[in-house]
């Protein structure tokens, strides 16, 4: 989760627009999914 948490934050210090889809945004809400893809819409 530290990869994302740093993704995420380069992401909002660019002020970039972007909503996280996928296995990472199960995860982010708790899931106990395995996932090391990640999709940015």
């Known amino acids: 989760m ?3 948490s740093e993704l995420t ?3 909002i210090e660019a002020q ?3 909503v ?3 296995g990472f ?3 982010a809400h ?3 999914l ?3 893809d990640v999709d940015i819409s």
Do not use: H, I, K, M
């Open 25 to 27: 945004a199960a995860v």
């Open 20 to 22: 996280l889809v996928g």
């Open 34 to 36: 395995v996932t090391r």
């Open 16 to 18: 970039v627009e972007f």
């Open 9 to 11: 934050r380069r992401l």
């Open 2 to 4: 530290q990869n994302l």
């Open 30 to 32: 708790g899931a106990t």
